[in-house]
């Protein structure tokens, strides 16, 4: 912290009577050092992060804070006030102020620092040895842990080489992985050993309150005999708590500001959810809040899952399994694209006819009483909106691979996919060159003075440069042509030949229900409709993937019905979701059974479902909508052929999977198991666990 604080940087007799005052004059000892290049500009920063939240401790504590691209590199000032400033603190104000400047773009060890410091505040001993100090020399030293007369610079120099001795994210999470080890080695009997909690701090900047409400809690559970593992999502990253620690917890403390990443890990245990500076104000009240929830049973429920980012998994993950997250990442988020536009598209043409899509902008011509004139405005709407399909896809991939940075190179490589007719394949390869680009790009080392820049100038310009350059000039037009190649071919595809198709494609939406696989069977219907006047194979690829979605929840549905003593009282009543599921294109809805009967349930599904894909191409049935289900049967061409190649598909695979049960040998009765609810078979869990 040498250079994160000097002489030149404290005031003892700070005279400002309001916290911007404060702030202002702090700033200035910064600007005077060339540390902050535009005092306003850094000063609108920092009343913007106060905005979201005041920035006073109890204990006459004020920390102003924030990211700015005005600060050239991480800076600390400090203030000592006589008469006390507001910061916002429930007890008065405060009489010892730190202002903290990161630059935008501030490397994970100069955070770590920080989130140092932010722990030693909520040290009593150091805060009055910075309400004694004399000079301004001392306060610094003191304040960088220099000084060697109190304990609170012991604590500091302790943590620091603690942190130091680790990788930058394995610090920020140093407090709690010691606590971590005091939990699972402990040799004491369940019923001796103490009350154990896993929480989670985080707050919208992610330099000081983060770390502050891990110390605060820390410290009140020893206080309290309380054995507390914190996990601090802040700005320098956060390593996930391992999860035997997570498992053997008795309760779990989420304090934060911003959304808790990978909130599910945590579901099924009593949790007591607040705000960040609750943590930091009164962390003895929130252990004995979750100890009371504990005694009475009170649990959390499954949540939904993270976002595809959020589930990007531990670094030792195989590139196999990165590149199907990133991929994911960007399906995801394209799908609703998919939805809203083609069913806008869908309804366009039921108002409007087929003739809709040769109908004048509804900015030149709108007749409000005029049928046709809503027509070509849904049609219009859904147009613009199928008209992101391939950027979003494109920027959500590199936004899987690079965070925030590879959203501009990500969707300006997908628009440039589109203006060169790359589509859909061109919107996947500009994806992970635009990641690429970024990621190689924050490897490189620069100086301190640019980093501010970096995510707002430099990684935008020279990654939209790099991906704008290939896209265009090196592999656009290959890949155009291959998509040209791969549209002519479809668009020829008769006979046997489109009853495969449908049929493999059938067998790609049951594989999984709802996975990659399902994903990529959809994903390439859907890129064949994103068109304003899509192929006539196209509409018929479309129909196939969606008739074949809806044949695993309604079979399973149809197999409760008829053979309800197959299944046990939970998947009996899951069957009776599954219908609606089902009906609307929802193959997720025969997750439940697959997850407790694999090796029956899927082939079954699987065989139904290339049965229906392969008897909707035969058909020749069409969909212009991307989903719906039944809702939208009125817009299917042959709507009845098409509802007879599900009902065949749904028909076989419940055969197969009543057949396949009927010949499961009994197991033998389990002590504890309820009536109705037969025990899984041997295969069946190795199939689960799997």
Same mark, same amino acid.
């Given at each position: 912290m040498s250079d994160m604080i000097t002489a030149e940087l404290v005031d003892l007799d700070l005279s400002a009577d309001t916290k911007a005052a404060a702030a202002r004059a702090l700033a200035e000892r910064m600007v005077a050092l060339g540390r902050v290049t535009d005092l306003d500009g850094f000063l !609108?920063?920092? =009343?913007?992060?106060?905005?979201? %939240?005041?920035?006073?401790?109890?204990?006459?504590?004020? #920390?102003?804070?924030?990211?700015?691209?005005?600060? *050239?590199?991480?800076?600390? !000032?400090f203030g000592r006030s006589t008469a006390g400033i507001d910061f916002g603190a429930a007890d008065g104000p405060a009489d010892l102020v730190f202002l903290i400047a990161a630059p935008a773009g501030a490397d994970d060890a100069h955070l770590t620092i920080l989130s140092s410091l932010a722990r030693q505040l909520m040290n009593t001993e150091f805060t009055g040895a910075l309400r004694s100090v004399g000079d301004a020399r001392a306060a610094a030293a003191l304040i960088r842990g220099e000084e060697a007369g109190s304990s609170g610079s012991e604590s500091s120099e302790s943590s620091e080489s603690s942190e130091d001795s680790e990788s930058s994210e394995d610090s920020v999470a140093a407090p709690g992985a010691a606590s971590a080890g005091a939990a699972t080695d402990t040799t004491a009997s369940e019923g001796d050993r103490p009350f154990r909690v896993v929480a989670v701090t985080s707050c919208p900047t992610g330099i000081a309150h983060t770390y502050m409400a891990a110390e605060s809690l820390e410290n009140a559970g020893r206080d309290a005999g309380v054995?507390?593992?914190?996990? *601090?999502?802040?700005?320098? +990253?956060?390593?996930?708590?391992?999860p035997a620690v997570i498992a053997a917890a008795d309760g779990v403390i989420f304090a934060h500001d911003v959304p808790v990443r990978e909130k599910d890990r945590f579901a099924g245990k009593p949790t007591v959810d607040t705000g960040v500076k609750a943590a930091i104000n009164r962390p003895a009240e929130l252990i004995t809040e979750v100890r009371d929830k504990a005694e009475r049973g009170e649990v959390t429920a499954a949540v939904s899952g993270d976002t595809p980012v959020e589930r990007a998994g531990d670094s030792g993950e195989g590139y196999g399994t990165k590149l199907r997250t990133w991929l994911m990442s960007g399906v995801s988020y394209m799908v609703p694209f998919v939805a809203a536009g083609g069913l806008l598209i869908a309804l366009g043409f039921a108002i409007g006819?087929?003739?809709? @899509? &040769?109908?004048?902008?509804?900015?030149?011509?709108?007749?409000?009483?005029?049928?046709?004139?809503? /027509? !070509?405005?849904?049609?219009?709407?859904g147009g613009v909106a199928f008209g992101f399909l391939v950027p979003v896809l494109a920027g959500y991939i590199a936004y899987g691979m690079a965070d925030r940075p590879g959203l501009v190179p990500g969707f300006v490589g997908g628009a440039i996919s589109l203006t060169v007719n790359a589509g859909f394949l061109g919107g996947l390869t500009a994806g992970l060159i635009a990641g690429g680009v970024v990621i190689?790009?924050?490897?490189?080392? #620069?100086?301190?003075?640019?980093? +501010?820049? %970096?995510p707002v100038v430099v990684i935008p310009l020279i990654s939209a440069a790099v991906? +704008?350059?290939? %896209?265009?000039?090196?592999?656009?037009?290959?890949? =155009? &042509?291959?998509?040209? /190649? %791969?549209?002519?071919?479809? @668009?020829?595809? *008769?006979?046997t030949n489109a009853v495969l198709l449908g049929a493999l494609l059938g067998l790609m939406m049951c594989f999984d229900l709802g996975g990659p696989v399902n994903k990529v069977a959809y994903t390439f219907a859907t890129a064949g409709i994103a068109v304003a006047s899509p192929s006539d194979s196209a509409m018929k690829i479309m129909a196939a993937v969606m008739a074949a979605g809806m044949v695993p929840p309604l079979a399973m549905a149809l197999a409760t019905t008829v053979r309800g003593k197959l299944f046990d009282r939970t998947e009996r009543e899951n069957g009776k979701a599954a219908w609606v599921l089902g009906a609307s294109f929802i193959s997720e809805g025969a997750i439940p059974f697959a997850a407790a009967d694999p090796l029956r349930v899927i082939p079954a599904s699987m065989v139904g479902g290339a049965v229906t894909g392969a008897l909707s191409m035969t058909f020749g049935a069409t969909l212009r909508a991307p989903h719906g289900g039944v809702f939208v049967v009125p817009l299917i061409g042959n709507p009845f052929l098409y509802l007879v190649a599900i009902a065949a598909g749904v028909c076989v695979t419940t055969a197969l999977v009543i057949v396949l049960k009927g010949l499961r040998k009994p197991a033998p009765a389990t002590t504890g198991a309820g009536e109705g609810t037969p025990v899984p078979s041997a295969e069946t869990k190795q199939a689960v666990a799997a």
């Open positions: !609108a920063d920092v =009343a913007a992060r106060e905005a979201q %939240m005041p920035t006073g401790l109890d204990g006459g504590i004020g #920390i102003p804070h924030c990211r700015s691209e005005h600060v *050239t590199e991480p800076t600390l !000032a054995e507390v593992v914190v996990e *601090t999502q802040g700005s320098a +990253g956060f390593t996930r708590l391992d006819g087929y003739e809709i @899509n &040769e109908a004048p902008s509804v900015m030149d011509h709108f007749v409000w009483t005029q049928a046709d004139s809503w /027509g !070509a405005l849904l049609f219009q709407i190689a790009i924050q490897r490189v080392r #620069i100086p301190a003075a640019l980093r +501010g820049i %970096m991906v +704008g350059f290939l %896209m265009f000039v090196v592999i656009g037009k290959p890949i =155009a &042509e291959a998509q040209k /190649g %791969m549209t002519d071919w479809l @668009n020829g595809l *008769t006979g």
